[in-house]
């Protein structure tokens, strides 16, 4: 983590990767209790149902699609009153607060359900919003790097999330070693100094921080397209919630999707409600971050294309876990079917 004073590309930087693995569950804590409890206090909105939606860091352009549908009004024109709970470095994770109540649905990832079955945790990967990951490795240009290949043998400055998700992956199927890895605090400046070195990143953003702050353009290798094959963004709730009530699990999973159509189409008024709840947001980051989710196809490539956004597919799903056992960080035996559900997706292309 960079202890220096966080500028909107610092805040941004500081990204929802540290959030993926899945922690304790701990569910008499005092700070998800009392979440829980000031969120019943809270006024009901007539003819609506509160729901409280957990987002894996604070606000960006990586959750456009839920912030426009507030500002468009299209979970209320689902029956819904949503509120968004943002995250950050002081608030516990998704699984805690999933499980203790605090938040109705969470922003998920794919590695981190299939480890919560293995833990015997009760929650459920309901749509998949990002059919990419958008990890990446960032290496300088004219190095003579040209693919994700070419950096088995660089230094690569690394979090300590990806000993747990993606490094693994690199390891079993291209040949990377331990030797490579650097301590990564989401600070660039390491990787600007050397040139012969890489570092991870989000292709919406430290691509971005990089240009501003090296003055060059980076080479950049989206994980995704070299085989890694998490589902990323994606929408979990608690089992029980699937059975007792599918109505308002499936109303809150249509109500995401058209906002996220209608966030690629006109992003205006999701931006504005980002802005607002993360004040150190720039223009500049949101239509860059937009721009990368286009381009590399975070939300509309593979099922996505035809099924819609939000699309899962089992064959998706085995991938994964197959890639994963590889890289040891599934046992065989997991359930990994129970980490996730087709009912409330796959409708088709949202029209617009």
């Not at 079955?117 to 059919?131: L, S």
């Not at 043998?153 to 040949?175: C, D, E, H, M, Q």
């Not at 009530?245 to 906002?259: E, T």
Request: aromatic share 10%.
């Amino acid at each position: 983590m960079n202890p220096s004073p966080r500028s909107s590309t610092a805040i941004h930087t500081l990204s929802r990767r540290r959030f993926i693995q899945s922690g304790s569950v701990l569910i008499g804590s005092s700070i998800i209790a009392a979440c829980a409890k000031n969120d019943q206090a809270e006024s009901k909105n007539s003819g609506l149902d509160k729901v409280t939606f957990g987002t894996n860091w604070v606000a960006q352009a990586e959750h456009g699609g839920f912030y426009q549908a507030i500002a468009t009004g299209i979970y209320k024109d689902h029956g819904l009153d949503l509120r968004i709970k943002m995250g950050g470095p002081q608030v516990p994770s998704g699984t805690q607060l999933l499980m203790g109540g605090a938040v109705d649905f969470f922003m998920g990832y794919g590695i981190d359900a299939v480890n919560a079955i293995a833990q015997g945790i009760p929650k459920m990967t309901v749509a998949a919003i990002f059919q990419k990951d958008p990890q990446c490795l960032i290496a300088h240009p004219n190095t003579g790097v040209k693919t994700l290949a070419d950096l088995k043998s660089k230094p690569i400055y690394l979090s300590a999330a990806a000993n747990v998700t993606f490094w693994p992956f690199l390891k079993a199927k291209y040949g990377f070693t331990d030797e490579q890895k650097r301590p990564y605090n989401f600070n660039p400046g390491p990787f600007l100094t050397d040139k012969n070195s890489a570092q991870q990143g989000y292709v919406t953003s430290e691509p971005f921080a990089i240009e501003k702050q090296g003055g060059f353009k980076p080479l950049v290798f989206l994980l995704a397209d070299f085989g890694y094959p998490p589902y990323a963004t994606t929408i979990e709730t608690k089992k029980e919630l699937v059975e007792k009530n599918p109505d308002l699990v499936q109303r809150f999973v249509d109500a995401s999707i058209k906002g996220w159509y209608s966030y690629l189409d006109n992003p205006t008024p999701g931006n504005e409600l980002i802005k607002k709840d993360n004040p150190e947001m720039t223009d500049e980051q949101l239509a860059y971050s937009i721009q990368k989710l286009k381009e590399y196809g975070l939300l509309v490539s593979g099922a996505a294309e035809k099924q819609g956004i939000g699309a899962m597919t089992e064959e998706h799903w085995d991938t994964m876990f197959q890639d994963m056992i590889k890289a040891k960080l599934f046992q065989p035996n997991t359930k990994y079917k129970e980490a996730f559900t087709l009912q409330f997706v796959n409708k088709g292309v949202v029209s617009r």
